[in-house]
C-alpha cells in the first residue's frame, strides 16, 4: 500500500521559530466525495498546493485544491463535469484533550494530515445544484423533452386544469377572458394560504 500522500512532516518546521515556513505540493486520492448529485469520482486526483507556517502555538495552513468533479444540471440533468479550485487557510494545532476543537485541525508530533482539510475545502467547493447554462430551460414537465432543443408540442403550462372545472362550475356560461382571469386569481390565493 502506498504512504498516504496527504501525511507531511513538520519535526523540522517545529524547530524553527515562529515564521518558519514549508511549502508541499501534494498529488493524491481522498475517496468518493458527494453533495447531492455533485461528485469528486473516487479515482481521481485531488492536487494540493500548500504553505505551512509555524506560528508558535500550531502550524497554519495556507493551502490551493484542485480536483475534478462531475455531476448533473439540477433543471435538464446533462451531465456536467468540471474543475473545483479553491483557496483555504486553516490552523492544525495539538489536540487539548479536554473539548473537542472544532476550529481546529488535530496536530501530531512529527506529521500533520492534510486529508481532513482538504476534504473539507473540497465538499464546501462542491456545487449543490449546479445548471448547464443560466438559462437552463429544462425538461418539460408533461412530456419530459429537453426544452432547450426546442419546444415540445406539450400546450403551454397554463393554469391546473381542476381550476378550469371549478370556474366552469361557479361562473356558469362565462368563457375564456374572465374565467381564465378568476382562475389564476383564485390559484394564487389558495398556492398562499397553503
Ligand atoms: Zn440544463
Ligand atoms: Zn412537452
Do not use: K
Request: hydrophobic share 35%.
Amino acid at each position: 500500500m502506498a504512504a498516504n500522500p496527504w501525511l507531511v512532516p513538520i519535526t523540522s518546521l517545529r524547530r524553527g521559530a515562529p515564521g518558519a515556513r514549508r511549502e508541499e505540493h501534494r498529488v493524491g486520492r481522498l475517496g468518493a466525495l458527494a453533495v447531492g448529485a455533485s461528485v469528486v469520482p473516487a479515482d481521481s486526483d485531488v492536487a494540493v498546493d500548500a504553505v505551512l507556517e509555524w506560528v508558535g502555538e500550531g502550524v497554519e495552513v495556507a493551502a490551493e485544491v484542485r480536483a475534478p468533479w462531475r455531476g448533473e444540471c439540477r433543471r435538464c440533468l446533462t451531465p456536467l463535469e468540471g474543475e473545483l479550485r479553491c483557496r483555504v487557510r486553516e490552523l492544525y494545532r495539538r489536540p487539548t484533550g479536554r473539548e473537542v476543537d472544532e476550529e481546529t485541525y488535530p496536530l501530531g508530533d512529527d506529521h500533520l494530515d492534510l486529508g481532513p482539510l482538504v476534504r473539507d475545502a473540497l465538499l464546501l467547493e462542491l456545487p449543490i445544484a449546479p445548471l448547464c447554462r443560466e438559462d437552463c430551460a429544462g425538461l418539460c414537465p408533461t412530456c419530459g423533452v429537453d426544452l432547450n432543443s426546442g419546444p415540445c408540442g406539450c400546450p403551454p403550462p397554463a393554469g391546473d386544469p381542476r381550476w378550469a372545472a371549478l370556474d366552469v362550475l361557479h361562473g356558469g356560461g362565462e368563457e375564456e377572458g374572465g374565467g381564465a382571469g378568476g382562475g389564476a386569481g383564485e390559484g394564487a390565493g389558495r398556492g398562499g394560504s397553503a
